[in-house]
DNA sequence: CGCGGCCTTGAGAAATGTCAACTTACGTGG
DNA sequence: CCACGTAAGTTGACATTTCTCAAGGCCGCG
């Protein structure tokens, strides 16, 4: 259940002359989208040696709703799923996370939610303690962290007009779009959607049940609108793709 | 339809001699549960330098969103509804504000929501550019904020388990029971659970229509679990609305 | 080659939405 | 002071969307 693997100890090769270029923090590919990217060069020192670098692979749950929050996350590679879950098994999906995006902006005593890995994760983990000594001193990372957390709010409000006023064919059109312009930012604009997650991710996504997810996708492509290919769906019809979307 | 009126100028009450008590924020009833009890009483008087007091009485719309974001407000009396509307006049609740709470978390260029006075309402309006100074000035204020925001935060999530993947009797049970916390933290427990919004708002905030919210209270009056006056309910059977809520 | 997981599809059920009538409460003006 | 008009709330009948349950197809892996 619970596996994340520390991969390596960073502590290990940091001592007293280490030379810009020597941690890890620098030659991070997502640095510039990730909360590092508030740190100067002069400060990734100071990241990086509390960093400690850890993977996970499909299925690993490693962040467990209700239990001790000990540590946050910024992701490098791959999803995660961020959920919550009902006593009798019914599952929101509250969020996904992808590189560059951080896990436990809520500084609090437990996780209020639980985290796994939908395809192959990199992650960068932090003792809570010592990454909020950090943010304590350093007000600009703390600013960063207020704009991470201020965006995930906005989109934690459109979330919900999303689930709570539009139809299945609006959810999933907009899920579609949203996950375009999320691979966009990380990797470039494509007409092909990746989408690693199954389709019961989108259904707890989007509160809908698969049988709707799959019946929707199917009328999208019935309509013209995407194709749907294994692990992605190509956008056929953009326009009309956007619209459905935008309603 | 925008009529913020401004009834104190504060900026004239105050000069070089002044003493602690000769500001509105040091006599402020909510103080403690807004976002500036994180200023000592000797940083209070930099606060009062900026704020706005000002009321807005039923249906007042202060906030407009898409407008660009020249205002954050805290709230003093009175209760906010915060809501987003798609173009077809759609409309998704996706919060409301009472006494302590903070409007304009997100420091961004356009508001990403609408927001009305329920009720009549006092707020405190801060210019956003002179706030964000002092929070720039004030680490221990930013992380006051960014409290705020990660509880918000943690809101919105459980409001999207809510409206995802709850039933209509559990979404308006779940409600009552968080407005009852609610006043409860600021008024004190009692069996009454205020709603001085109408249905239409409780079903744009659950995501459901105005006939499922009244045919669901009605149930639960059925039930014996709730009784059904003018402007409130009163909870007649506590452990079955928090079981039914808490699912 | 066969099994198991995931996805799709269909038929019927259930929950919720829609439309419309009616009630109640309340404020206004005769 | 009453009567009317309006807005909010409730209730009923019916429509629609989405869910549930069940069957079958596809595909990768052992």
Known sequence: ???????????????CGRQPGDNYCDNCKVRSLAVCAALG???????????HHTRADGKTTFI??????????????GMVRLYKLLSDGRRQIIGVAMPG???????????????D???????????????????????????????FATH??????????????????????AFL???????????????????????IDMADYLGLTIE?????LTKLARDGVILIVPEAVRVLDEKKLLSIARA
Chains 1, 2 share one sequence.
């Open 212 to 216: 709707t997810v799959s019946r929707t």
């Open 177 to 199: 779009v949203a996950m375009r312009e999320r691979w966009t930012r990380i990797k470039g604009p494509s007409v092909t959607i990746q989408l690693p997650m199954q389709r």
């Open 117 to 147: 890995a939908v395809d192959d994760v990199a992650l960068c983990r932090f003792d809570r303690r010592e990454f909020d000594n950090l943010v304590t001193a350093k007000p600009h990372f703390l600013r960063r962290l207020h704009e």
């Open 101 to 115: 995006d951080f896990l436990g902006l809520a500084l609090h005593n437990r996780y209020g939610f639980s985290a």
């Open 41 to 51: 060069p002069e400060e990734l020192p100071e990241l990086d040696d509390i960093v």
């Open 64 to 77: 467990h709703q209700g239990e001790t929050a000990e540590s946050v996350f910024s992701v490098t590679e």
């Open 152 to 173: 995930e709010l906005v989109i934690a409000q459109e979330q919900m007009t999303l689930i709570g006023r539009r139809s299945a064919e609006e959810r999933v059109a």
């Open 1 to 15: 259940m619970t596996a994340t693997i520390e991969l390596t100890s960073p502590k290990a090769a940091h001592a």
